[in-house]
């Protein structure tokens, strides 16, 4: 990783432009979480925890779909780069079809865990608020996964800012809707928890709508969706789009899974720890997304270098997106280390709330370079159409590392909240490095 700025400014400035429309949409999510959870704080701090647990366990469904869909960006980037656009168009279809499969799978493990959900050991005055919310989110989870389709297409083709803009209008029309139906405005019923499930779930079909009318009513796209109708799903492309999915959604679901069932570990804490999580997995999504637009926007750019035989390039690529995620994490922790003692009031006026969050507050700060490196250089391997070892690494990092050290920091130690916390700079260090090093050696073998 010898530094040469001529070396990688070409990289910095394509980077930019294909992620920056990544970014910017990510941040419209990010904004949308933070007004989620100040509303819903602001209604009443059970709602709040009550959020925190449904939301961690549809965040590691949802990220699951995400990290499917990403197989739908390399496939779509060669046939671009060819100028086979009736074929994109037949991917496409494909991709759906996929989607819909696994929304179906998802579906269903969501049901059973919804049937089950008085054992995972919450607080039993939550379950009132948690389980209506529950089933609202379970009915948004197909618009999510064809929502995914299209997107991943659109940025397979290089055009980012569609998604963008999309996802802003959602988020938009999202916070509206919260205000609306949390507080009862208009002369609506004020639901609450519940209101905010039902904003998010519209908002998910307009999204969805959204993309699926400029796919195939604009002229732009003609192409695509004359490829589409014309096209049929076939197995060729079912395979592969499944072949390349799963390993890149279980990598990516590990990882969020970490999170996600160290949420259980802090009900068992009790209510005010799962608000204060709950405030902090809010903030994490800051360093997470941004980091996810400029390692989205090396795959692309990495699977289009490789397409031109172009190995050293790509490599270049990767390491410039790098250098980019270091200096964001700068710019992240620096304005939240100054303000951890007060971000906490955005979301809540509880005071023990507040002083967990400024606390835990610091193993965040210590695990984002791990974060963006792991974020970076599993994208490079996606690009790169090497996934096989995306599974066996993050199950080390998540399963072995990161989650043991959390109940033994958190529950064991009686660190708590923090102790929790603490594991995670473990785990996303170790995937980050190990990820480097798989890179490095399938540049190695590519070029040789």
Not at 40 to 48: A, K
Not at 72 to 95: D, F, I, M, Q, S
Not at 237 to 249: C, E, H, I, S, V
Not at 291 to 307: H, T, W
């Amino acid at each position: 990783m010898k530094y040469s700025f001529s070396a990688y400014l070409p990289h910095y400035g394509v980077l930019t432009r294909l992620g920056a429309p990544i970014v910017a949409g990510q941040l419209g999510t990010i904004v949308l979480s933070f007004a989620d959870t100040l509303m819903i704080g602001r209604h009443s701090t059970p709602e709040l925890a009550a959020a925190a647990f449904v939301n961690n366990m549809f965040n590691l469904v949802i990220i699951f779909a995400l990290g499917f869909s990403y197989a739908v960006t390399p496939t779509v980037g060669t046939l671009y780069g060819a100028g086979r656009k009736e074929r994109v168009g037949e991917v496409v279809k494909n991709a759906l079809a996929c989607g819909t499969m696994l929304a179906l799978l998802l579906m269903a493990g969501m049901a059973a865990l919804w049937l089950n959900v008085e054992r995972l050991g919450q607080p039993a005055e939550l379950m009132p608020l948690i389980k209506p919310y529950f089933l609202v989110l379970l009915a948004s989870l197909p618009f999510v996964c064809w929502f995914n389709a299209f997107k991943q297409f659109a940025d397979g083709i290089t055009d980012t800012s569609l998604a963008m803009w999309v996802i802003i209008a959602g988020n938009v029309l999202n916070i509206f809707g919260n205000w609306t139906l949390i507080y009862g405005r208009f002369g609506l019923p004020e639901l609450g928890l519940l209101g905010a499930g039902v904003s998010t779930l519209l908002s998910r079909v307009l999204m969805m709508a959204a993309m699926a009318a400029v796919f195939f009513l604009t002229k732009r796209y003609r192409p695509y969706a004359e490829g589409f109708r014309k096209g049929r799903v076939n197995r060729a492309d079912f395979r592969r789009l499944n072949a390349l999915g799963w390993p890149l959604a279980l990598q990516m679901g590990m990882e969020t899974a970490a999170f996600s069932l160290s949420s259980v570990m802090v009900g068992w804490i009790g209510t005010t720890a799962l608000a204060a999580h709950q405030v902090m997995l809010t903030i994490c999504q800051l360093g997470f997304m941004v980091y996810y637009g400029i390692g989205a926007a090396a795959a692309v750019r990495v699977s289009l270098l490789v397409g031109q035989r172009d190995v050293r390039r790509a490599a270049a690529c990767a390491y410039a997106a790098m250098h980019m995620v270091l200096l964001l994490a700068v710019a992240v922790c620096v304005p939240l280390f100054l303000v951890r003692h007060d971000i906490g009031l955005l979301f809540t006026s509880n005071a023990e709330v507040c002083g967990m969050v400024a606390v835990t507050m610091i193993p965040f700060m210590l695990y984002q370079a791990g974060d963006g490196m792991q974020i970076i250089f599993s994208n490079g391997l996606r690009g790169l159409s090497n996934v096989r070892p995306l599974v066996p690494v993050a199950f080390t990092s998540y399963f072995m590392v990161s989650l043991p050290l959390s109940y033994f920091f958190g529950i064991v130690e009686g660190m708590g909240l923090v102790g929790i916390w603490m594991a995670f700079p473990f785990g996303l260090t170790a995937s980050g490095v190990l990820y480097l090093l798989f890179f490095r050696r399938t540049v190695r073998r590519m070029s040789a």
